[in-house]
């Protein structure tokens, strides 16, 4: 898979997108996930600046589709422990931002901002400017179709004990299917 990114125009992308350089990307130090769908291939990939850690790749390589998709996540530390993340399209398009607090059992996540919230105060805006603001719509927004693809991935992996107990000691797990369900709702 990694031969087939470098190869791709998600790559390209992402590379100019966020001014990434070749020996930014350490595929040696990169890991496969499960998607849970024999489709799709995922690949995280780590950016490094000098020594610092300073985002993942999110490689999603649809095999049915033949096509490879990036999203961007910036990482920021406070006394060395990671403390937010912000998720970005291939052409820099905000998604969301999460941060991150350490418990005993490891880190907990909560998602601070995001794109729907960052359209819906536009949206409130422009209905204040214009004279006929459009009609909403009963369209599931973003941040729902984020919630309810997380949920039912989350749920599934606890109704299976080897799944939940590898979770349990996998860092990163419930991250990756939040990422997961980010893109699936893109």
Request: hydrophobic share 35%; net charge negative; with cysteine.
């Amino acid at each position: 898979m990694e031969q087939s990114y470098l190869s791709s125009k998600s790559f390209s992308k992402i590379k100019a997108s966020f001014e990434i350089s070749d020996s930014d990307v350490k595929f040696d130090k990169s890991f496969n996930i499960t998607s849970g769908s024999k489709d799709v291939d995922i690949l995280v990939i780590p950016i490094y600046r000098g020594n610092v850690h300073e985002a993942y790749l999110w490689v999603y390589n649809n095999k049915k589709e033949n096509r490879i998709t990036t999203l961007y996540e910036s990482l920021t530390y406070e006394s060395s422990i990671l403390s937010s993340a912000s998720l970005y399209s291939e052409s820099k398009l905000f998604i969301m931002d999460i941060d991150f607090e350490k418990e005993k059992t490891g880190l907990r996540y909560k998602i601070a901002d995001d794109l729907d919230k960052r359209v819906v105060s536009k949206k409130l805006a422009s209905k204040k400017l214009a004279k006929n603001p459009p009609v909403d719509t009963e369209e599931e927004t973003y941040v729902d179709c984020v919630t309810r693809v997380y949920q039912t991935a989350k749920q599934a992996c606890e109704a299976d004990a080897t799944c939940d107990t590898l979770c349990d000691f996998t860092p990163g797990c419930h991250a990756s299917m939040l990422a997961a369900a980010a893109y699936t709702c893109l």
